[in-house]
Every structure is written in structure tokens, then in C-alpha cells.
């Protein structure tokens, strides 16, 4: 699996980003959001249900993580159409403002996320770096939701730039060497 300093894959993927009859679909590159955090998310499969609590979730903060100049995708590799029928069929979904990309099993294996035995997108997080960096990654069991507002904790202290002790929030004091 990548993980914290290793640079991102190039990426060149199909998103459904809306519900809106013949603009569904978009392609999202490393290109797309240049120059910003990236806050990659995955979950196994579509129409399950851990998946769509931890989707509603993360676009629900996705205007937090805007504050912070960082862009929320996530995605698993069911394919678009599979995304497009799920967010018709789910109401959490419908609404949703966060792209939901397909990731191919070439991206999915370049990243390490590929669950060996189910062959289904890990629910791992990363926290991209607006040069591309890696600087943050967590993987949950595929049965276990992640949490949201440590995702965007996590991000604030990156963004410090400073040394952040365990449990810090924003607006906390970070560590000073001596």
C-alpha cells in the first residue's frame, strides 16, 4: 500500500458527479483539482451498508474541507453506472455534491487498496498534499466506518505545519522545540 511521502499515481478517472440527464458523468485527472489538498476516500461496494453513512458523511463536511482549499472524492470499483443507479435508489445519495469515481483495478492495485480475498476497494483514506505528497493514510476493516471530523483534524495539523501533539484541535497550542 502507498503510504505518507510517497507521490500519488497518475489518475485519469469517470466520476458521477450528478443525477441530471446527459451530465452524469465526468472525467477526473490529477490535473482536475491542481494545486489543492486532495481528500481521497474508498469503500468496497456500492448498495451496501456501512458505504453510504460514510458518503453522506463526507459530503456533508465537504464545504469544511473547502475552507481548508482541499477537494473530497470518493469512489470504489463499481463502475459509474453502478454509482448513478445507487445514488437514484439511495436517499442519502441523491443529493450528493462529492464526485464518486470508479476506480479501475489498475489505479486501485497502484495504491495498494485492493482487498486480496473480496478484490473490492479497502475503506482507506488519503490526504494528498497539493505537490502530489501522500501525507496521511488510514484503512478501516471493511466492516468499520471511518471518522469524518478526524479526517478533517488530521488535515487542519497538517496544514500547521508544526508539530501537533496527540488530541490537538485547531485553535490549540502546537509543540514548540526547544
Known sequence: MLT????????DL???????????FKQITNQTNKGKWLVL?????????????????????????GERDAVV????TDNEFSHLAWRN??????????????????FAKEL???HGKAQVALRATFLVDPEGVIRFVSVNDLSVGRNVDE????????QTDELCPCNWKPGEKTLQTA
Open 112 to 114: 495498494g487498496i485492493l
Open 14 to 24: 469517470t466520476a458521477c458527479v450528478s443525477l441530471e440527464k446527459g451530465k452524469e
Open 4 to 11: 505518507v511521502g510517497d507521490k500519488l499515481p497518475q489518475f
Open 151 to 158: 479526517v478533517l483534524r488530521t488535515l487542519d495539523a497538517l
Open 41 to 65: 476516500f474508498f469503500w468496497p461496494k456500492d448498495f451496501t451498508f456501512v458505504c453510504p453513512t460514510e458518503i453522506a458523511e463526507f459530503d456533508k463536511a465537504s464545504p469544511k474541507f
Open 89 to 106: 435508489d439511495h436517499k442519502d445519495l441523491k443529493g450528493l455534491k462529492i464526485p464518486m469515481v470508479h476506480v479501475s483495478p489498475k
Open 73 to 76: 472524492i470518493g469512489g470504489s
